[in-house]
């Protein structure tokens, strides 16, 4: 069995300890895993994630526990810390030197009493029992087994909670070898193990904020958990999950939030109590832009289908040196429409077009994009699929319909006189 020092003083942050056994070679695939005769460092266990730190100077990557012996796995050696080579020549009865990342625990022990005075309050307050914990890297959530809580009873317990932060009373944790001993104090939870029993209670014994078996680190008093924020809550298989920060996280998420939040009160000219009525007035004024624009565009996408059905194929369109090849070809060039636009254009003239069935091929200069569409005999697809590469176009379609994307202009040129003769030849 390991003794675990944290259990002793949950503050100590450094301990010289004895190596018991040496497992792996440092490589890769098996890399060192040490044990200790005592340890600092807290393994995965009640949903909190091991600590981390340095034996030796040698990062640890994982600390885990089986049958009361605590695993320390360390970084394997690479090309970056070979040097540490040099450091890592332990023997079983030599002695190590364990370093704790304390700034990661504190803000473990900060989260998980967060945790137990949230779930306490909740006990206390609506009798809801905390059936699951998670401590996610960005966020931590409890599932509550009563279904529906809503946000105003959510923030009621969340401001209790933090009153009790405030409070800054004990964090105190009792071992009990006794399962009947420790069944006389008011737990939130009834016990699943008969030895080696730790209660932890926040606040009084005889009225605590929380009172349940656990294994995890906790900091001494309650004031210490800084702030807990509640975010969301969900319906979970007929309980609510309760989503929320605490400690460090839930400062740096506020810190976040004020500064997204300051961004925007610039940007609206707006402050905390009228942003999202400007924000709305905003959003009504984009919206009849957005109208006017999309009316105008189908006007000019009515009046360019209107054009090319009156003209094409007429001697006159032809003189004018419009990009018309043949009457087997139409090409059009287009600054302002974008592809979905070119596609409507496509479509009524493919539809529409009487007389022998062109190739229709509508460029987007702004895109470089090329629109190819046909009812005649031309396989658009494969003219894409077989050409547009050898210019660095992109793309693809069907027999009736394809489009292709080109880096330059040069290209999609290159590409259309290609197209062109393809038509000539077909004639
Ligand atoms: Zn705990």
New binding site residues.
């Given amino acids: 069995m390991t003794r675990k020092l944290y259990q002793e003083d949950v503050y100590k942050k450094e301990c010289e300890s004895t190596v018991v056994d040496i497992q792996g070679s440092g490589t890769a695939g098996a890399p060192f895993v040490l044990v200790l005769d005592e340890t600092i460092f807290f393994p995965t266990g009640?949903g909190?994630p091991c600590d981390l730190g340095t034996i030796d100077g040698i990062p640890l990557t994982e600390v885990y526990e089986k049958d009361g012996v605590v695993f320390h796995k360390l970084l394997p050696f690479s090309q970056e810390n070979q040097d540490q080579t040099s450091i890592a020549k332990w023997k079983v009865g030599g002695r190590a030197s364990c370093v704790l990342d304390w700034e990661r625990r504190f803000e473990h022990m900060q989260r998980?009493?967060g945790?137990?005075i949230l779930s306490g309050i909740f006990f206390r307050e609506c009798g809801g029992v905390n059936r699951g914990f998670h401590m996610g890297s960005g966020y931590m959530t409890i599932d509550i087994d009563l279904p529906g809580i809503t946000w105003e009873e959510a923030q009621r317990i969340e401001t209790m909670t933090n009153e009790v932060i405030w409070a800054n009373v004990p964090v105190t944790t009792r071992y009990y070898e006794d399962r009947a001993e420790a069944e006389k104090l008011p737990l939130r939870k009834a016990l699943t193990v008969d030895e080696d029993i730790s209660i932890?209670s926040v606040g009084d014994e005889s009225n605590p904020a929380d009172c349940?078996a656990?294994?995890?680190?906790?900091p001494s008093t309650s004031g210490q958990v800084g702030l807990l924020k509640v975010l969301k809550l969900e319906n979970y298989k007929g309980m609510t999950r309760v989503y929320f920060k605490a400690g460090r996280e839930a400062l740096i998420d506020y810190q976040n939030k004020h500064r997204v939040l300051s961004e925007l009160h610039v940007k609206y000219s707006s402050d905390d109590n009228d942003l999202l009525v400007k924000m709305n007035v905003q959003d009504e004024k984009n919206k009849e832009v957005r109208q006017e624009l999309n009316l105008m565009k189908n006007t000019l996408i009515g009046k360019a289908i209107d054009e090319i059905l009156s003209n094409y194929g007429t001697a006159e369109l032809k003189k004018e040196g419009h990009r018309i090849s043949s009457p087997w070809l139409l090409i059009r060039e287009y600054p302002y429409f974008q592809v979905n636009n070119l596609l409507t254009i496509s479509k009524a003239l493919t539809e529409k077009l009487a007389g022998p069935k062109p190739l229709i091929a509508l460029v987007s200069t702004r895109e470089n994009i090329v629109i190819l569409a046909t009812s005649g005999k031309h396989d658009c697809g494969k003219i894409v699929k077989d050409n547009a590469h050898v210019w660095r176009g992109k793309g693809g379609g069907n027999a009736a319909g394809a489009r292709v994307m080109f880096p330059s202009r040069d290209d999609l040129d290159c590409f259309i006189t290609f197209v062109s003769q393809v038509c000539q030849n077909a004639k």
Avoid: Y
């Fill in positions: 009640g909190q998980h009493c945790e137990h932890v349940v656990c294994c995890g680190t906790h």
